[in-house]
Protein backbone atom coordinates (compact mmCIF):
# COMPACT_ATOMS: atom_id res chain seq x y z
CA UNK A 1 0.00 0.00 0.00
CA UNK A 2 1.36 3.25 -0.73
CA UNK A 3 1.52 5.86 1.49
CA UNK A 4 -0.70 8.33 0.38
CA UNK A 5 -3.24 5.44 0.25
CA UNK A 6 -2.89 4.36 4.26
CA UNK A 7 -5.28 5.03 7.05
CA UNK A 8 -4.61 8.74 9.13
CA UNK A 9 -4.98 7.50 12.66
CA UNK A 10 -5.99 10.51 14.81
CA UNK A 11 -8.06 11.69 18.19
CA UNK A 12 -7.49 15.11 16.98
CA UNK A 13 -10.10 16.99 15.57
CA UNK A 14 -9.10 16.95 11.79
CA UNK A 15 -11.17 18.71 9.81
CA UNK A 16 -12.96 16.30 6.89
CA UNK A 17 -13.06 17.16 3.46
CA UNK A 18 -16.62 18.15 2.52
CA UNK A 19 -18.46 18.73 -1.13
CA UNK A 20 -20.52 21.31 -1.41
CA UNK A 21 -24.50 20.58 -2.02
CA UNK A 22 -25.48 19.58 -5.75
CA UNK A 23 -28.63 21.64 -6.56
CA UNK A 24 -30.06 17.71 -7.42
CA UNK A 25 -29.18 17.21 -3.67
CA UNK A 26 -30.73 20.24 -2.78
CA UNK A 27 -33.65 19.67 -4.60
CA UNK A 28 -34.43 15.51 -3.43
CA UNK A 29 -33.20 16.32 -0.03
CA UNK A 30 -33.54 20.07 1.47
CA UNK A 31 -32.36 20.99 4.91
CA UNK A 32 -34.54 19.93 8.11
CA UNK A 33 -33.81 23.03 10.19
CA UNK A 34 -33.57 21.69 14.02
CA UNK A 35 -35.92 23.26 16.29
CA UNK A 36 -35.60 23.03 20.43
CA UNK A 37 -38.76 21.45 20.89
CA UNK A 38 -41.26 19.16 20.54
CA UNK A 39 -43.95 20.48 18.62
CA UNK A 40 -46.76 18.01 17.61
CA UNK A 41 -48.23 16.92 20.67
CA UNK A 42 -51.65 16.11 20.80
CA UNK A 43 -54.04 17.82 23.15
CA UNK A 44 -55.50 15.56 25.32
CA UNK A 45 -56.23 14.85 29.42
CA UNK A 46 -54.62 12.80 31.67
CA UNK A 47 -56.90 10.72 31.55
CA UNK A 48 -56.31 9.49 27.84
CA UNK A 49 -59.38 10.93 26.32
CA UNK A 50 -58.92 11.24 22.75
CA UNK A 51 -56.45 8.63 22.17
CA UNK A 52 -56.98 5.45 20.23
CA UNK A 53 -56.29 2.26 21.72
CA UNK A 54 -56.91 0.12 18.66
CA UNK A 55 -58.11 -3.42 18.35
CA UNK A 56 -55.38 -5.80 18.39
CA UNK A 57 -56.78 -8.77 16.92
CA UNK A 58 -56.80 -8.16 12.93
CA UNK A 59 -55.12 -10.35 10.41
CA UNK A 60 -52.57 -8.83 9.30
CA UNK A 61 -54.51 -8.33 5.37
CA UNK A 62 -57.30 -6.75 7.45
CA UNK A 63 -55.96 -3.11 8.76
CA UNK A 64 -57.98 -0.66 7.37
CA UNK A 65 -60.01 1.22 10.28
CA UNK A 66 -58.37 3.90 12.23
CA UNK A 67 -57.16 1.99 15.45
CA UNK A 68 -56.74 -1.01 14.03
CA UNK A 69 -53.65 -2.91 14.24
CA UNK A 70 -51.79 -6.33 15.01
CA UNK A 71 -49.11 -7.50 16.85
CA UNK A 72 -47.50 -10.77 17.21
CA UNK A 73 -43.61 -10.31 19.04
CA UNK A 74 -43.61 -14.47 19.29
CA UNK A 75 -42.98 -14.79 15.25
CA UNK A 76 -39.96 -13.13 15.89
CA UNK A 77 -38.50 -13.30 19.30
CA UNK A 78 -35.46 -11.48 19.23
CA UNK A 79 -33.34 -9.67 16.92
CA UNK A 80 -33.11 -6.33 15.43
CA UNK A 81 -35.62 -3.99 15.21
CA UNK A 82 -36.80 -1.43 12.07
CA UNK A 83 -39.84 0.64 11.72
CA UNK A 84 -41.16 1.19 8.63
CA UNK A 85 -43.77 3.84 8.21
CA UNK A 86 -45.91 4.59 4.72
CA UNK A 87 -47.22 8.01 4.59
CA UNK A 88 -49.03 6.76 1.63
CA UNK A 89 -51.29 4.18 3.03
CA UNK A 90 -51.22 5.52 6.89
CA UNK A 91 -49.49 2.71 8.43
CA UNK A 92 -46.82 1.41 10.19
CA UNK A 93 -44.64 -1.58 10.26
CA UNK A 94 -42.49 -3.06 12.45
CA UNK A 95 -39.54 -5.93 11.42
CA UNK A 96 -37.61 -8.05 13.86
CA UNK A 97 -34.86 -9.35 12.33
CA UNK A 98 -36.21 -9.41 9.07
CA UNK A 99 -39.59 -10.60 9.87
CA UNK A 100 -42.48 -8.34 10.43
CA UNK A 101 -44.36 -8.93 14.10
CA UNK A 102 -46.27 -5.70 13.67
CA UNK A 103 -48.66 -3.52 11.69
CA UNK A 104 -50.89 -0.75 12.10
CA UNK A 105 -52.96 2.59 11.20
CA UNK A 106 -51.31 5.35 11.64
CA UNK A 107 -52.12 9.60 11.38
CA UNK A 108 -49.23 11.50 10.13
CA UNK A 109 -48.71 15.38 9.80
CA UNK A 110 -51.31 17.03 8.12
CA UNK A 111 -51.18 19.77 5.05
CA UNK A 112 -48.85 22.64 6.32
CA UNK A 113 -47.02 20.23 9.06
CA UNK A 114 -46.33 17.49 7.29
CA UNK A 115 -43.99 14.27 8.63
CA UNK A 116 -40.70 14.78 6.77
CA UNK A 117 -39.41 10.77 5.01
CA UNK A 118 -36.24 10.00 5.27
CA UNK A 119 -34.17 7.41 7.48
CA UNK A 120 -33.88 7.85 11.40
CA UNK A 121 -32.35 6.80 14.08
CA UNK A 122 -35.12 7.39 17.94
CA UNK A 123 -33.00 9.91 19.27
CA UNK A 124 -35.09 9.54 22.77
CA UNK A 125 -37.84 7.65 24.49
CA UNK A 126 -40.29 9.13 27.27
CA UNK A 127 -43.33 6.70 28.36
CA UNK A 128 -45.40 9.86 29.24
CA UNK A 129 -43.66 12.78 27.69
CA UNK A 130 -45.84 16.37 28.21
CA UNK A 131 -45.87 19.07 25.66
CA UNK A 132 -42.93 22.14 26.62
CA UNK A 133 -45.58 23.63 24.61
CA UNK A 134 -49.20 23.17 25.29
CA UNK A 135 -50.12 22.54 28.97
CA UNK A 136 -51.64 19.13 29.94
CA UNK A 137 -50.87 18.15 26.39
CA UNK A 138 -49.79 13.88 26.45
CA UNK A 139 -47.74 12.17 23.71
CA UNK A 140 -47.73 8.62 25.65
CA UNK A 141 -44.90 6.34 24.38
CA UNK A 142 -42.59 9.18 22.90
CA UNK A 143 -40.12 8.22 20.75
CA UNK A 144 -38.04 11.12 19.30
CA UNK A 145 -36.67 11.23 15.64
CA UNK A 146 -35.62 14.63 15.59
CA UNK A 147 -35.09 17.26 17.53
CA UNK A 148 -37.11 19.57 15.32
CA UNK A 149 -40.53 18.21 16.27
CA UNK A 150 -40.97 15.04 14.89
CA UNK A 151 -41.62 12.10 17.07
CA UNK A 152 -43.83 8.44 16.87
CA UNK A 153 -46.40 8.45 20.09
CA UNK A 154 -49.77 7.94 20.94
CA UNK A 155 -52.76 9.73 19.93
CA UNK A 156 -55.75 10.74 18.16
CA UNK A 157 -56.67 8.60 14.93
CA UNK A 158 -59.27 10.21 12.97
CA UNK A 159 -58.27 8.07 9.58
CA UNK A 160 -56.24 10.79 8.13
CA UNK A 161 -53.49 12.81 8.38
CA UNK A 162 -53.70 15.16 11.28
CA UNK A 163 -50.77 15.58 13.38
CA UNK A 164 -48.02 18.39 13.55
CA UNK A 165 -45.17 16.71 11.77
CA UNK A 166 -45.44 13.45 14.20
CA UNK A 167 -46.69 9.33 13.71
CA UNK A 168 -49.63 9.33 16.10
CA UNK A 169 -50.34 5.43 16.67
CA UNK A 170 -53.00 4.04 18.54
CA UNK A 171 -51.96 3.62 22.50
CA UNK A 172 -52.24 -0.08 22.72
CA UNK A 173 -49.87 -0.30 19.91
CA UNK A 174 -47.79 2.32 20.84
CA UNK A 175 -47.02 0.63 24.43
CA UNK A 176 -46.39 -2.99 22.99
CA UNK A 177 -43.86 -0.44 20.18
CA UNK A 178 -41.92 1.24 22.93
CA UNK A 179 -41.50 -2.29 24.58
CA UNK A 180 -38.85 -3.71 21.71
CA UNK A 181 -37.19 -0.63 19.90
CA UNK A 182 -34.43 1.29 21.90
CA UNK A 183 -32.29 4.75 21.24
CA UNK A 184 -30.89 4.05 18.13
CA UNK A 185 -33.76 1.87 16.53
CA UNK A 186 -33.59 2.74 12.62
CA UNK A 187 -37.13 4.76 11.76
CA UNK A 188 -37.77 4.78 7.83
CA UNK A 189 -40.62 7.00 6.95
CA UNK A 190 -41.54 7.18 3.12
CA UNK A 191 -43.95 8.35 0.99
CA UNK A 192 -44.88 5.18 -0.75
CA UNK A 193 -45.50 2.01 0.15
CA UNK A 194 -42.44 -0.79 1.06
CA UNK A 195 -41.87 -4.03 0.84
CA UNK A 196 -38.59 -4.88 2.69
CA UNK A 197 -36.69 -8.17 1.40
CA UNK A 198 -33.92 -10.06 3.32
CA UNK A 199 -30.53 -10.51 1.46
CA UNK A 200 -26.83 -11.27 2.19
CA UNK A 201 -25.73 -9.30 -1.30
CA UNK A 202 -25.18 -6.09 0.84
CA UNK A 203 -22.41 -7.22 2.42
CA UNK A 204 -20.14 -8.09 -0.09
CA UNK A 205 -19.40 -4.55 -0.49
CA UNK A 206 -17.29 -5.10 2.83
CA UNK A 207 -15.21 -7.70 1.08
CA UNK A 208 -14.72 -6.05 -2.44
CA UNK A 209 -12.35 -6.93 -4.76
CA UNK A 210 -8.66 -6.93 -3.85
CA UNK A 211 -7.72 -6.32 -7.20
CA UNK A 212 -9.70 -3.32 -7.70
CA UNK A 213 -7.43 -0.11 -7.44
CA UNK A 214 -7.34 1.43 -4.60
CA UNK A 215 -8.38 5.72 -4.83
CA UNK A 216 -5.37 8.20 -4.13
CA UNK A 217 -5.52 10.25 -0.69
CA UNK A 218 -5.71 9.75 3.17
CA UNK A 219 -8.57 7.81 4.80
CA UNK A 220 -9.44 9.19 7.99
CA UNK A 221 -10.73 6.86 10.66
CA UNK A 222 -11.21 8.39 14.15
CA UNK A 223 -13.52 6.28 16.26
CA UNK A 224 -12.80 8.06 19.62
CA UNK A 225 -15.18 11.10 18.73
CA UNK A 226 -18.07 8.64 19.34
CA UNK A 227 -17.06 5.73 21.10
CA UNK A 228 -20.81 3.93 21.20
CA UNK A 229 -23.92 3.91 19.56
CA UNK A 230 -26.08 3.20 16.55
CA UNK A 231 -23.29 2.96 13.22
CA UNK A 232 -24.63 4.27 9.70
CA UNK A 233 -22.50 3.95 6.72
CA UNK A 234 -23.24 6.03 4.07
CA UNK A 235 -21.77 5.76 0.17
CA UNK A 236 -22.48 8.33 -2.32
CA UNK A 237 -21.48 8.13 -5.44
CA UNK A 238 -21.55 11.59 -6.38
CA UNK A 239 -18.91 12.60 -3.86
CA UNK A 240 -17.13 9.11 -4.75
CA UNK A 241 -17.07 9.09 -0.98
CA UNK A 242 -17.77 6.52 2.12
CA UNK A 243 -18.74 8.27 5.30
CA UNK A 244 -19.37 6.58 8.67
CA UNK A 245 -21.31 7.94 11.45
CA UNK A 246 -21.90 6.62 15.10
CA UNK A 247 -24.16 7.91 17.48
CA UNK A 248 -24.57 11.07 14.29
CA UNK A 249 -20.86 11.97 14.78
CA UNK A 250 -18.90 11.20 12.09
CA UNK A 251 -15.77 9.04 12.71
CA UNK A 252 -14.46 8.36 9.04
CA UNK A 253 -14.65 9.33 5.50
CA UNK A 254 -12.77 7.82 2.73
CA UNK A 255 -12.84 8.10 -1.26
CA UNK A 256 -14.65 5.09 -2.97
CA UNK A 257 -13.36 4.37 -6.91
CA UNK A 258 -16.41 2.46 -9.03
CA UNK A 259 -19.28 2.95 -6.97
CA UNK A 260 -21.97 3.78 -9.65
CA UNK A 261 -24.29 2.06 -11.98
CA UNK A 262 -27.53 2.62 -9.65
CA UNK A 263 -30.34 6.03 -9.63
CA UNK A 264 -31.75 6.88 -6.22
CA UNK A 265 -31.15 6.03 -2.38
CA UNK A 266 -31.44 2.42 -1.08
CA UNK A 267 -31.12 1.67 2.14
CA UNK A 268 -30.32 -1.95 4.16
CA UNK A 269 -30.37 -2.58 7.91
CA UNK A 270 -28.05 -5.38 8.92
CA UNK A 271 -30.01 -7.81 10.67
CA UNK A 272 -28.89 -11.03 13.39
CA UNK A 273 -28.30 -13.46 10.82
CA UNK A 274 -25.02 -14.84 10.00
CA UNK A 275 -23.29 -17.30 7.40
CA UNK A 276 -20.31 -19.49 8.51
CA UNK A 277 -18.11 -16.63 7.33
CA UNK A 278 -19.67 -14.37 10.14
CA UNK A 279 -20.83 -12.10 7.09
CA UNK A 280 -24.59 -10.57 8.13
CA UNK A 281 -27.48 -11.05 6.25
CA UNK A 282 -29.44 -7.52 5.13
CA UNK A 283 -33.34 -6.41 5.28
CA UNK A 284 -33.61 -3.36 2.58
CA UNK A 285 -36.22 -1.26 4.39
CA UNK A 286 -36.68 1.17 2.03
CA UNK A 287 -35.82 2.44 -1.91
CA UNK A 288 -35.87 6.00 -3.02
CA UNK A 289 -35.54 6.29 -7.11
CA UNK A 290 -35.92 3.87 -10.13
CA UNK A 291 -32.92 1.30 -10.32
CA UNK A 292 -31.23 -0.71 -7.67
CA UNK A 293 -27.55 -1.11 -7.44
CA UNK A 294 -26.94 -4.82 -8.58
CA UNK A 295 -24.54 -5.64 -5.45
CA UNK A 296 -22.31 -8.13 -7.16
CA UNK A 297 -21.36 -6.17 -10.00
CA UNK A 298 -20.72 -3.44 -7.82
CA UNK A 299 -18.05 -4.72 -6.32
CA UNK A 300 -16.21 -5.63 -8.77
CA UNK A 301 -15.20 -2.52 -10.08
CA UNK A 302 -15.46 -0.21 -6.27
CA UNK A 303 -11.61 0.46 -4.69
CA UNK A 304 -11.06 1.71 -1.38
CA UNK A 305 -8.85 1.63 1.17
CA UNK A 306 -8.20 -1.98 2.81
CA UNK A 307 -7.55 -1.34 6.06
CA UNK A 308 -10.51 1.81 6.33
CA UNK A 309 -12.50 -1.12 4.98
CA UNK A 310 -11.51 -3.38 7.35
CA UNK A 311 -12.24 -1.07 10.41
CA UNK A 312 -15.64 -0.37 9.02
CA UNK A 313 -16.42 -4.15 8.76
CA UNK A 314 -15.42 -4.83 12.49
CA UNK A 315 -18.68 -2.03 13.50
CA UNK A 316 -20.93 -3.73 11.68
CA UNK A 317 -23.23 -5.23 14.26
CA UNK A 318 -27.52 -5.86 14.13
CA UNK A 319 -29.19 -2.62 13.47
CA UNK A 320 -26.16 -1.34 11.41
CA UNK A 321 -27.53 0.83 8.42
CA UNK A 322 -25.93 1.00 5.15
CA UNK A 323 -27.32 3.53 2.61
CA UNK A 324 -26.13 3.38 -1.24
CA UNK A 325 -26.93 7.03 -2.67
CA UNK A 326 -26.37 8.80 -5.96
CA UNK A 327 -26.99 11.95 -4.14
CA UNK A 328 -23.75 14.54 -2.66
CA UNK A 329 -23.61 14.17 1.39
CA UNK A 330 -22.63 17.70 2.91
CA UNK A 331 -22.77 19.24 6.16
CA UNK A 332 -26.48 20.15 6.29
CA UNK A 333 -27.28 16.31 6.31
CA UNK A 334 -25.23 15.56 9.18
CA UNK A 335 -26.97 17.31 12.70
CA UNK A 336 -25.04 15.82 15.25
CA UNK A 337 -27.30 14.13 17.88
CA UNK A 338 -30.46 15.11 15.92
CA UNK A 339 -28.97 13.08 13.21
CA UNK A 340 -31.33 12.04 10.74
CA UNK A 341 -30.14 10.22 7.34
CA UNK A 342 -31.10 11.62 3.69
CA UNK A 343 -34.07 13.82 5.16
CA UNK A 344 -35.97 14.26 2.77
CA UNK A 345 -39.30 16.31 1.96
CA UNK A 346 -38.29 18.43 5.44
CA UNK A 347 -41.07 21.30 6.64
CA UNK A 348 -39.51 24.61 6.51
CA UNK A 349 -38.37 26.23 9.64
CA UNK A 350 -40.65 29.12 9.01
CA UNK A 351 -43.96 26.47 8.80
CA UNK A 352 -42.83 24.70 12.53
CA UNK A 353 -45.42 25.93 15.32
CA UNK A 354 -43.16 26.40 17.64
Known sequence: MSESSKIAYSNEDVAFNRRRASPRFLARFP?????????????????????????????????????????????????????????????????????????????????????????????????????NLYQGALMPYMERLTWGGVALHAGNLPGYPAAHGCVRLPLDFARQLYTVTNTGTTVV?????????????????FTVSPGAAVPPGIAIWMPDRSPRGPVSIIMSSADSTVYVYRNGIEIGQAAILGLSGFMGSFVYSALANVDATGRHEWQSTVSVGGRAPNIKKLIKRIGIDEQFLAEVRALVTPGTTLILTDSAVNEKTRSGTGFGILIAKATPLRDRPD
Open 189 to 205: ITDRESTPFSSKEPGLI
Open 31 to 131: VFFLLGSISCAVAVQSSGAGITKGHERKPFTDIQAPGDYVWKPEISPSGPVVVVVSLEAQKLYVYRNGVRIGRSTISSGKAGFPTPTGVFTILQKNAWHSS
